[in-house]
């Protein structure tokens, strides 16, 4: 079992902490919950009883045997937050959506009305363009230079 | 649940999808069925190499090779990952106690909330309805609920709000209208504005804009327990008529 323990690479608390790591955490959550069980039973399990496979699935909820829908609901408006989780499939979008503090709307109007703005933004997106031309025959420039 | 294409059974030793089975009855289809693999649901359990009923009622069969018994049951048996309706009967340190209408209470740590920490607790009195999913059910020990799925997102459990009106019911009930097929709920949210939490406990939660909306609902419930999907269409279309404008 150490063997395996050392060739997992081990992260630590403080980064499984962090937000971005909630996926990896389930993850590791698991893989750690499976090798705990192991070596609880290792004195009793058998190698054959190990790799042994069964057919059987064991499913003790209703819920699932009988395809039942998600029991939170709200209708015409009572509960918009409930409403929303119906609509966005168990609100996976609404988890990973972050309200913008300044919608698209509102930017598009700030920018409309203050024209030196719109030319900074029209000038950053000529210069991109012109960085791309030049990008695209680097070989003479270069050819150029050595000649000079 | 009953419908009217229901099998008596013969009572011998194998069991036959869509009839009536006893504990001990074994089923055939689902022991010979070697390569395929086989999910079994509650009511029915594998004993050696046989498949073996376990509790009385009908033995159903959905896709992908499903089996169960469907049984008439009021007592809830906590389930991994079902979502229930708890009161909370006390507050002890850092857990409370929750009755969720099964045999033993189960307990919620106050950390199994979004947002809260050793300082900062959820605000939860005695007497307050949580829903909540069940995390840990065994047999030797008590149930375990959380208010977070795994990645710490409350979504929609939590503490129910105060005003709206607990009642209860069959667990067949349960799943008779939160099954697809059962057009109850959403056609009385297309009249009335309601909220509801249905809890797999037996529990339901509901809460309108007024009593009169609110105990329509109630009512158009508990009458469609013994009714097929048309009688609960005219439940629903009669009760409505009832209603003045909501």
């Not at chain 1, 081990?10 to 919950?33: A, G, N, Y």
């Not at chain 2, 099964?102 to 307990?107: K, R």
């Not at chain 2, 009169?212 to 009760?239: Q, V, W």
């Amino acid at each position: 079992m150490s063997a395996k323990h050392l060739k997992r690479k081990k992260l630590s608390k403080h980064i499984l902490e962090m937000k971005f790591m909630q996926r990896t955490k389930e993850k590791v959550r698991l893989l750690d919950e499976e090798e705990e069980g192991r070596a609880t039973f290792s004195s009793e399990l058998t190698e054959q009883m190990a790799d042994q496979k069964s057919n059987y699935f064991i499913q003790p909820s209703f819920a699932v045997c009988d395809g039942l829908m998600p029991s939170r609901l709200s209708f015409l408006g009572m509960n918009p937050l409930i409403e929303k989780f119906m609509k966005g499939e168990a609100g996976s979008d609404v988890q990973t959506k972050e309200e913008a503090d300044v919608s698209l709307e509102e930017m598009a109007e700030t920018y409309a009305s203050n024209s030196t703005l719109v030319e900074t933004m029209a000038n950053k997106f000529h210069k991109k363009k012109r960085d791309k031309s030049n990008d695209k025959e680097p070989d003479r420039k270069k050819m150029r230079l050595s000649d000079t | 649940m009953v419908s009217e294409d229901v099998k008596v059974g013969h009572f011998g030793r194998e069991a036959i999808v869509g009839s009536v089975v006893l504990p001990g009855q074994v089923v055939e289809e689902a022991s010979s069925a070697e390569q395929k693999k086989v999910t079994l649901g509650p009511g029915v359990e594998r004993v050696k190499e046989n498949i073996v009923v376990c509790n009385s009622g009908i033995l159903k069969k959905s896709e992908p090779n499903i089996y169960y018994v469907d049984n008439l049951q009021k007592r809830y048996t906590p389930v991994r990952k079902e979502c229930v309706i708890g009161v909370v009967t006390m507050k002890a340190g850092d857990i409370f106690k929750i009755d969720i209408n099964s045999s033993e209470q189960a307990s919620l740590s106050y950390l199994a909330f979004e947002n809260v920490s050793k300082k900062n607790r959820p605000r939860i009195e005695v007497g307050d309805l949580v829903y909540a999913q069940i995390l840990s059910a065994s047999k030797d020990m008590e149930p375990e609920l959380v208010c977070v799925n795994s990645y710490g997102k409350q979504v929609t459990m939590g503490v129910l709000p105060a005003e709206g009106f607990l009642f209860q019911c069959s667990i067949n009930l349960i799943r008779k209208i939160l099954s697809p097929e059962c057009p109850l709920l959403s056609k009385l949210g297309k009249r009335i504005p309601y909220e509801t939490a249905i809890g797999m406990n037996g529990r339901i939660w509901i809460k309108a804009k007024n009593v009169d909306a609110t105990l329509l609902i109630g009512n158009a419930i508990l009458a469609s327990e013994y009714a097929s999907t048309e009688t609960i269409n005219e439940i629903c279309d009669n009760l409505l008529k009832k209603l003045p404008n909501v």
